[in-house]
């Protein structure tokens, strides 16, 4: 089997290049995804595994990433929960929690797993095409992530209103429920054979420090402690608008990568953290968005810099999802330059 960039980042031992993916790699920037979603549905191409796959491996094949991510929602055990799901213009739920009163629309049927079945067989189909030095990832959405979607509907704006379910007891109704589903469901994609799962909390920002140390730390440290117990491949978590003052309540989780937003200085976190976590990040995605001239100007700066810093436990990325509206010449430029400056 060759040697995967990613897995050997993870394991803080790569020495050259470090791997790089991308946050949405596969999206509505790309004109693979655009021909696809002319002929389907995104939940077509979400569910059928067949289709999920061939999403999937289209910036592969189109610009030779290190590694492949699901192609899925975060969103699809809220749907298993009996939330239903659509998409129209974003993510729709049919209802949202915000009251102890709708726990009775809850789904709490033992198979509601079943109903995401369609992700493991995507990651075995996945497995099957995708070459042996590529590295493939698994994701879920994190707990509070979850709850503030089933509560506001978006993780747009303040969220007083999930906020306020920390108080109140829905969260604690709500991750009764969640909690065993998501589980499993991390498990169900582990026997998939993915090199590692992601966990994405992208609403971690929007908590005190003080929430998020008493309130959602210790649920992470449940979930990942039970999927340890089960499971040993790595675990990335992915805490927006989060710093060091968030970071040092995640030093007795079993996590192997910590991921970072832009607004993190990224040599920083790899000189304070590094020795306990392999970092992924951090250019901010909306550089992609900018003249071809200053993109080059600003990426040649950054992999410089990076150049200087040694590689070991860095996984090139950005710091959130490619954004729409990217050019594609922007994501090739951002490839050949990694690769120019930091080696191959």
């Known amino acids: ?40 549905s995104f939940m077509e191409l979400c569910k059928r595994p067949e289709l999920s796959c061939e999403v999937t491996m289209g910036p592969i094949e189109d610009f030779d990433f290190d590694a492949a991510i699901l192609f899925s929602d975060l969103l699809f055990p809220l749907e298993a929960m009996g939330m239903g799901l659509k998409y129209e213009v974003g993510p729709q739920l049919d209802w949202h929690f915000q009251s102890l009163e709708d726990q009775k629309y809850f789904y709490r049927e033992k198979d509601a797993l ?24 698994g994701f879920v959405g994190a707990p509070w992530t979850l709850f503030c979607y089933a509560t506001e509907g978006s993780h747009q704006g303040d969220l007083a209103l999930s906020r306020a379910g920390l108080k109140d007891g829905r969260f604690e109704v709500f991750l009764e429920i969640l909690q065993p589903l998501l589980l499993e469901t991390m498990c169900l994609q582990a026997s998939a054979g993915p090199d590692a799962l992601v966990l994405f909390d992208t609403c971690a ?9 008493t309130k959602v730390v210790p649920i992470l440290q449940q979930l990942l402690e039970s999927f340890r117990k089960r499971f040993s491949i790595p675990l990335v978590y992915f805490a927006k608008n989060t710093g060091s003052v968030y970071w040092q309540f995640l030093k007795d989780l079993p996590i192997n990568c910590l991921a970072i937003d832009w607004n993190q200085d990224l040599i920083e976190t790899l000189e304070n953290w590094g020795d306990r976590w392999s970092i992924q990040g951090n250019v901010d995605p ?21 150049k200087t810093v ?35």
């Open 114 to 137: 079943e109903k995401l079945v369609f992700q493991k067989e995507a990651l075995e189909l996945i497995r099957t095409k995708l070459p042996e030095d590529k590295g493939l990832l």
């Open 205 to 213: 920002g929007h908590l005190t420090v003080q929430e998020y140390a």
């Open 286 to 306: 909306h550089w992609l968005l900018l003249e071809t001239s200053e993109l080059e100007k600003k990426l040649r700066s950054f992999f410089t810099r990076m």
């Open 1 to 40: 089997m060759k040697d995967k960039l990613l897995v050997k980042a993870l394991g803080r031992c790569n020495a050259h290049r470090p791997p790089v993916w991308l946050m949405r790699q596969a999206g509505r920037y790309h004109r693979h995804y655009q021909i696809l979603k002319k002929q389907h």
């Open 310 to 344: 040694g590689h070991a436990g860095w996984i090139c990325s950005l710091g959130h999802g490619v954004l729409p509206k990217t050019p594609e010449a922007h994501v090739r430029l951002f490839l050949k330059l990694q690769r120019e400056i930091l080696g191959s």
